[in-house]
């Protein structure tokens, strides 16, 4: 896809200025009776910061269910745009921040609210089903919303109910759904900037220098990397699958944000990033890192609590219509819990 990344406004701390920034971050949060919800691609310092001062570190669905569960009056949202959004949604009477919300997502940006109103009306009839990763005026035209967690469970839920889908916007996660159930489904078109530059040719080598190692991939990759994987799943599953699997080396295809969790859950394992393509404009072979998520740092988290910028809000209307789907979504998870 051909979507500018953002630039990069971060630098390289030194101890003394993480250790004060760190601090002082931590008092603010005590003080603006705020609590700190981090998206596990996050950077470590901002994953550390949020489960020491009692907030968490989860995917977009479970921060947003702590940020409305939590009596904190003030939610700071360290993930990218779409994720403040939800919050925001699910708790319209507290103040949403986030530390840079010029954090976007390369899958909103690929599928705009009127190319979606267009995409629904050209295939009248059809379920609209739309990934967790869309800004709030595509979920206030959809039906469902789903996570990676949930979204097998809730096409065949729908596919059994005889119901055809209108998928957006992550072609690669739509494909993996519609070859694990069956279902009738239309797919946009778009993928995720990290996800979709990993290399199948590249990770079979990466396979046969290590035999023993267990292949974790997120069903955002391609399908020819997924075929590889001995487990597919969300961040949350992927997690799981590091600590409770007896092997002790794992290659991972997802963000390599993901790599401070999976060590913490299991200690003395090792985790081997799965190998991307070269960017299609450097052409480097760098990290499997989103651009967006690393925009989230503790200099302009401390800058947003101090001066309350950053701030998030949804139009009354649009909220009332893409609460609709999420609470459909968060119902369904509850019953089958």
Same mark, same amino acid.
């Given at each position: 896809?051909?979507?500018?990344?953002?630039?990069?406004?971060?630098?390289?701390?030194?101890?003394?200025?993480?250790?004060?920034?760190?601090?002082?971050?931590?008092?603010?949060?005590?003080?603006?009776?705020?609590?700190?919800?981090?998206?596990?691609?996050?950077?470590?310092?901002?994953?550390?910061?949020?489960?020491?001062?009692?907030?968490?570190?989860?995917?977009?669905?479970?921060?947003?269910?702590?940020?409305?569960?939590?009596?904190?009056?003030?939610?700071?949202?360290?993930?990218?745009?779409?994720?403040?959004?939800?919050?925001?949604?699910? /708790?319209?009477?507290?103040?949403?921040?986030?530390?840079?919300?010029?954090?976007?997502?390369?899958?909103?940006?690929?599928?705009?609210?009127?190319?979606?109103?267009?995409?629904?009306?050209?295939?009248?009839?059809?379920?609209?089903?739309?990934?967790?990763?869309?800004?709030?005026?595509?979920?206030?035209?959809?039906?469902?919303?789903?996570?990676?967690?949930?979204?097998?469970?809730?096409?065949?839920?729908?596919?059994?109910?005889?119901?055809?889908?209108?998928?957006?916007?992550?072609?690669?996660?739509?494909?993996?759904?519609?070859?694990?159930?069956?279902?009738?489904?239309?797919?946009?078109?778009?993928?995720?900037?990290?996800?979709?530059?990993?290399?199948?040719?590249?990770?079979?080598?990466?396979?046969?220098?290590?035999?023993?190692?267990?292949?974790?991939?997120?069903?955002?990759?391609?399908?020819?990397?997924?075929?590889?994987?001995?487990?597919?799943? /969300?961040?949350?599953?992927?997690?799981?699958?590091?600590?409770?699997?007896?092997?002790?080396?794992?290659?991972?295809?997802?963000?390599?944000?993901?790599?401070?969790?999976?060590?913490?859950?299991?200690?003395?394992?090792?985790?081997?990033?799965?190998?991307?393509?070269?960017?299609?404009?450097?052409?480097?072979?760098?990290?499997?890192?989103?651009?967006?998520?690393?925009?989230?740092?503790?200099?302009?988290?401390?800058?947003?609590?101090?001066?309350?910028?950053?701030?998030?809000?949804?139009?009354?209307?649009?909220?009332?219509?893409?609460?609709?789907?999420?609470?459909?979504?968060?119902?369904? /998870?509850?019953?089958?819990?």
């Amino acid at each position: 896809m051909n979507i500018p990344r953002p630039q990069d406004t971060t630098r390289a701390l030194s101890p003394e200025e993480r250790a004060t920034l760190f601090a002082r971050a931590r008092s603010l949060l005590i003080e603006q009776d705020a609590v700190l919800v981090a998206h596990y691609y996050t950077d470590a310092d901002l994953q550390i910061l949020a489960e020491e001062t009692g907030g968490i570190v989860a995917d977009s669905l479970e921060m947003a269910r702590f940020g409305k569960q939590h009596d904190a009056r003030t939610i700071v949202v360290a993930g990218v745009r779409f994720m403040g959004e939800t919050a925001k949604i699910l /708790s319209p009477e507290k103040h949403v921040l986030m530390p840079n919300l010029d954090a976007d997502c390369s899958l909103d940006l690929g599928c705009s609210v009127d190319d979606f109103s267009k995409f629904r009306d050209a295939h009248p009839g059809r379920t609209a089903v739309v990934y967790a990763n869309t800004g709030v005026g595509i979920k206030a035209k959809a039906d469902w919303v789903v996570t990676s967690g949930i979204a097998l469970a809730v096409i065949e839920h729908l596919r059994e109910r005889g119901e055809r889908i209108l998928w957006a916007p992550d072609r690669f996660l739509g494909s993996y759904v519609q070859r694990m159930t069956g279902a009738d489904m239309i797919l946009w078109q778009s993928a995720c900037v990290v996800h979709e530059r990993f290399d199948a040719d590249a990770l079979r080598a990466l396979i046969t220098d290590h035999p023993d190692a267990m292949v974790l991939v997120h069903p955002e990759s391609p399908p020819d990397v997924v075929e590889l994987a001995h487990v597919v799943g /969300s961040t949350t599953a992927l997690i799981d699958a590091a600590e409770k699997m007896s092997a002790h080396t794992f290659i991972v295809a997802t963000d390599a944000g993901i790599f401070h969790k999976m060590r913490q859950a299991a200690p003395g394992k090792t985790f081997l990033a799965a190998p991307i393509a070269p960017h299609p404009i450097t052409g480097k072979g760098d990290e499997a890192r989103c651009p967006w998520m690393g925009l989230n740092d503790l200099g302009n988290l401390v800058s947003v609590l101090e001066t309350g910028r950053n701030e998030i809000h949804v139009e009354e209307e649009i909220r009332r219509r893409a609460v609709v789907p999420l609470d459909r979504l968060l119902a369904f /998870s509850a019953s089958r819990k």
